[in-house]
């Protein structure tokens, strides 16, 4: 019964399906989500679409982090 504020997942090429499986939770919420963006080439432009159909308010950024190997890619989406 408690209010979800934040989702963390990096879960090695099922991000699709982990936002799938909480969607109605993050419709509900609207938590703040930080997604693993680089497994699947489609995953640039797939996840934040399903983001915004899910919340059509959420601000969505791509951030590079400096990591070895060079790769590390993730969605951060904010209301």
Do not use: C
Request: glycine share 4%.
């Amino acid at each position: 019964d408690e209010r979800v504020t934040y989702i963390k997942m990096d879960v090695e090429g099922a991000e699709m399906e982990a936002l799938k499986g909480g969607k109605e939770q993050i419709k509900r919420n609207k938590p703040k989500l930080f997604i693993a963006a680089y497994h699947h080439d489609a995953d640039i432009f797939l996840l934040p679409l399903f983001m915004w159909q899910l919340v059509p308010e959420y601000k969505v950024y791509l951030r590079k982090h400096p990591y070895v190997p060079a790769w590390e890619l993730n969605f951060f989406a904010v209301v």
